[in-house]
């Protein structure tokens, strides 16, 4: 994996389908998410939005900036993949090509082959 967190690993998994979005002034969007950055940032269609003072609106797009989000719920299959997404950032790194001792190759070697005439 690339070198973001569960969070944001998770959130692009859940892209196509309906989510919901608390901002920290209050406002609540519902809708299916397009586009989720690494920072949290995110674009919402179909949207349903309750502003605080209780007013709701359809909108058909929104941009949501990651600073401002208090709270995302995601569909319920969510639960269980972040136990698998913290197995996969935490598994050990593969050892690659050459054993232990790094790089490729064998153990290093002897003599080298000369062609033609020895100084």
């Given at each position: 994996?690339?070198?973001?967190?569960?969070?944001?690993?998770?959130?692009k998994e859940f892209v196509n389908k309906t989510i919901t979005v608390d901002t920290h002034n209050?406002?609540?969007?519902?809708?299916?998410?397009?586009?989720?950055?690494?920072?949290?940032?995110?674009?919402l269609e179909d949207v349903n939005t309750t502003f605080a003072s209780g007013h709701t609106t359809?909108?058909?797009?929104?941009?949501?900036?990651?600073?401002?989000?208090?709270?995302?719920?995601?569909?319920?299959?969510?639960?269980?993949?972040?136990?698998?997404?913290?197995?996969?950032?935490?598994?050990?790194?593969?050892?690659?090509?050459?054993?232990?001792?790094?790089?490729?190759?064998?153990?290093?070697?002897?003599?080298?082959?000369?062609?033609?005439?020895?100084?």
């Amino acid at each position: 994996m690339n070198d973001v967190g569960v969070p944001v690993s998770l959130l692009k998994e859940f892209v196509n389908k309906t989510i919901t979005v608390d901002t920290h002034n209050g406002e609540i969007f519902t809708g299916t998410l397009v586009d989720a950055q690494d920072n949290l940032s995110m674009n919402l269609e179909d949207v349903n939005t309750t502003f605080a003072s209780g007013h709701t609106t359809n909108m058909e797009s929104v941009y949501i900036k990651g600073h401002k989000i208090r709270y995302i719920a995601l569909p319920e299959k969510a639960k269980s993949r972040v136990v698998e997404l913290h197995r996969e950032m935490n598994r050990p790194p593969s050892r690659g090509r050459g054993g232990s001792r790094g790089g490729r190759g064998g153990r290093g070697g002897g003599r080298p082959s000369f062609r033609g005439r020895r100084y």
